[in-house]
């Protein structure tokens, strides 16, 4: 299987930044391998970088269940890599 390293940024917003949604992720994706670069956590947002590894299928989908939760997930070469 091809392996995929992805860098992005994640925004947590609207109650977000108080959940546990990389553990959730985690539980759902266990072969994703997920490495927090930089962060700040504030009152209203919270931001990431994230470096995910892993299986293409693995990797993209985790990122599209991060997504379907209600985290923002952009790359952080700039342009839009998943909406949400």
Request: net charge negative; hydrophobic share 45%; aromatic share 8%.
């Amino acid at each position: 299987m091809p392996q995929l390293t992805r860098k992005v940024w994640l925004t947590f917003e609207g109650g977000r930044q108080n959940e546990p949604c990389l553990w959730k992720m985690a539980r759902q994706f266990p072969d994703v391998i997920f490495d927090i670069r930089q962060a700040s956590v504030q009152k209203d947002i919270g931001i990431m970088a994230v470096l995910f590894t892993g299986a293409e299928v693995q990797v993209e989908g985790a990122l599209s269940y991060l997504v379907q939760i209600g985290v923002k997930v952009d790359p952080v070469e700039g342009g839009s890599l998943v909406a949400g």
